[in-house]
Each structure stands twice: as C-alpha cells, then as structure tokens.
C-alpha cells in the first residue's frame, strides 16, 4: 500500500496501527459475505448439507479477501479523513498567496 495518496498527498498511516480498526470492517464485509453465498446456495438447492455450505463460503471468503481487504482499509480512513480531490490544488494556491504571487 502506498504510503501517500498520490492526488492530495494524504498520508495514510495516521497513527501507528491505525488500521487496526479496518479489521472490524473487513469482518462486517466477510460475516455478509458468508450470508450471502449461504442465503444463494439455499435458493439454488436446498439439498446440500452442511459442510457444502461451509465449503462455499470459505471459497467465497478466500477468493474476495483481497477485494474485502483494500474496502474495508478504504471504509476506515474515509470515517476519519473527507476526501478532496483538489486538496492539491488548494495547498498550491494557498503557498503561491503566502509568497505573494
């Protein structure tokens, strides 16, 4: 993960472990995750025993960890910081002022 955001310059790592707390979300992700293939495979057969469901959801949660990983970083840090995407922009009008451009 970079370390900055390269539109607005936005450091990421706000705090040491600060993304700790994205585990949560990530966990919120994978518990939907898990209902949603059981609530499908339940609605396309419902004649499969328990290990197939555990089977499919363990399959599912695997395969989009990386999607729920990155979202749930992304969920985060948009609680915490707004994002501006002309951050930039505003920060080189506000230093070209002070010079007195």
């Known amino acids: 993960?970079?370390?900055?955001?390269?539109?607005?310059n936005q450091l990421y790592?706000?705090?040491?472990s600060f993304f700790y707390g994205a585990m949560y979300v990530n966990y919120g992700?994978?518990?939907g995750i898990a209902i949603?293939?059981?609530?499908?495979?339940?609605?396309?057969g419902n004649n499969f025993e328990l290990h197939h469901y555990l089977i499919g959801i363990i399959i599912a949660i695997f395969?989009?960890?990386p999607l729920t990983f990155r979202l749930g970083r992304s969920v985060w840090?948009?609680?915490f910081i707004k994002y501006n995407p002309?951050?930039?922009d505003e920060e080189e009008k506000a230093q070209a002022l002070k010079r007195g451009q």
Not at 1 to 8: G, N
Not at 36 to 44: E, K, R, S, Y
């Open 29 to 31: 992700f994978t518990v």
């Open 36 to 44: 949603a293939v059981f609530l499908a495979m339940n609605v396309l």
């Open 13 to 16: 790592q706000l705090e040491p």
């Open 86 to 88: 002309n951050a930039l």
């Open 1 to 8: 993960m970079p370390e900055r955001c390269e539109k607005c």
């Open 63 to 65: 395969v989009l960890a």
């Open 77 to 79: 840090i948009n609680m």
